[in-house]
């Protein structure tokens, strides 16, 4: 039997995550929660080989896509469009019918220390249902994919192909600044490389779904132009664990560890034979479960008593039968404007995708 590998992807966020848990500060911020952080961090991963989605936690790749969506191909800052959608990771950002952002935040007072208050800000009933002058604002404001887009087309040797939500002028005017402030498009002999600036990277929540989102927007990019995808680089300035989701983070290492220890076994009926035992184990189990457990298995939350063999059982089948995701995108849609962003987000899907489960992981306003 083939010895099997971690993707290369998931061996690159686990390296980050042992690195900032072992060598990083902890510091206070804007939010209740400090962080563990390390200044910067960058990585290379090849796009045209392996698409980069973790495995060692679930990602909802069909949530990640229509937020990218959402904000390049739509340039829209409006949270009802999303939740129309059953997209929720912007709902705590979401100002009200009123123009007010309400949220528990850290405040420095005027001796220099910190105080957790209330936050009413104020932007204006215009802005109700919305994140304010932010992401999908800026795109559709300034054209910027507009610009990507006709670069690749008809000037694909520039070395000035940037899309930049940073504008001084409408900092203010936004729920968040832009944590993936910039990126930059290269072509080089019939291959799109991209460029990927993150000013602050929530590692646990965040950096998943961007590298998976950046990843997508690579291929539609290319699909435009005709060209193939190669390296998609990325630049990390605070990458940072917040310190409610250390043990989350912890777990999911273990995973990784796990991974690692039964990806070295060859015998392949060896491995059958332990996935069967595991399998027996678990529906054993199960009959313990009461009926809240039992409802929140359905939702992807395994209760403690489980979790150890419901991991093994998904070990032994990822290693027997490895996944090797794929970004499938319509090959009947060539306007980058004329993707699906329906729903189901039916032109862009990943094939091949699997998983050791989900993971859910606190946010911090």
Same mark, same amino acid.
């Given at each position: ?70 904000? @390049? ?7 009802? =469009?999303?939740?129309?959608?059953? $997209? ?38 215009? *802005?109700?249902? +919305? ?7 800026? $795109? ?24 930049? #939500?940073?504008?001084? &002028? ?7 600044? /832009? &944590? ?10 019939? +291959?799109?490389?991209? *460029? ?11 950096? /998943?779904?961007?590298? +998976? ?13 005709? @060209? ?40 392949? +009926? =060896? ?6 035992? *595991? ?9 313990? #479960? ?25 070990? &032994?089948? @990822?290693?027997? %039968? ?14 980058? *404007? ?13 094939? %091949? ?6 993971? %859910? ?5």
């Amino acid at each position: 039997m083939e010895v099997i590998q971690m993707l290369k992807w998931d061996e690159e966020y686990l390296r980050l995550c042992k690195k900032i848990l072992n060598e990083g500060k902890e510091v206070e911020n804007r939010t209740i929660n400090n962080t563990i952080k390390i200044p910067s961090y960058n990585f290379n991963l090849d796009v045209s080989k392996e698409f980069p989605i973790l495995t060692v936690k679930k990602l909802f790749s069909r949530q990640a896509f229509l937020e990218l969506l959402w904000i @390049y191909q739509v340039g829209s800052n409006d949270v009802n =469009w999303l939740q129309d959608r059953r $997209v929720s990771i912007w709902d705590e950002w979401k100002i009200d019918l009123d123009g007010y952002w309400n949220a528990k935040q850290k405040v420095l007072n005027s001796d220099g220390s910190h105080e957790i208050k209330e936050i009413h800000k104020y932007f204006g009933k215009e *802005y109700a249902g +919305t994140i304010g002058e932010a992401y999908g604002y800026i $795109v559709n404001k300034y054209k910027g994919v507009d610009r990507v887009l006709d670069i690749i087309k008809n000037h694909p040797e520039a070395r000035d192909n940037v899309m930049s #939500l940073w504008y001084n &002028c409408h900092l203010d005017k936004g729920v968040l600044r /832009p &944590c993936v402030w910039s990126h930059e498009v290269d072509i080089t002999n019939g +291959t799109l490389n991209m *460029y990927v600036h993150q000013r602050s990277c929530d590692v646990p929540l965040g950096l /998943p779904f961007n590298v +998976t989102q950046f990843a997508a927007l690579m291929h539609l990019y290319a699909r435009v132009g005709g @060209y193939k995808v190669g390296t998609l680089s990325w630049s990390i300035k605070d990458a940072h664990i917040y310190v409610n989701q250390v043990e989350k983070i912890k777990e999911l290492i273990e995973r990784g560890k796990t991974l690692s220890i039964y990806e070295g076994y060859k015998n392949r +009926t =060896w491995l059958e034979g332990q996935l069967q035992n *595991y399998k027996e184990e678990y529906d054993k189990i199960l009959k313990t #479960l009461t009926k809240e457990e039992l409802i929140n298995l359905k939702k992807g939350i395994v209760p403690d008593v489980l979790k150890s063999t419901d991991l093994k059982v998904k070990v &032994c089948d @990822y290693v027997l %039968n490895p996944p090797s995701p794929e970004l499938w995108v319509n090959p009947d849609v060539k306007d980058f *404007y004329k993707f699906n962003n329906d729903d189901e987000c039916k032109d862009i899907k990943v094939l %091949n995708y699997k998983d050791l489960g989900k993971i %859910n992981f606190p946010v911090s306003e």
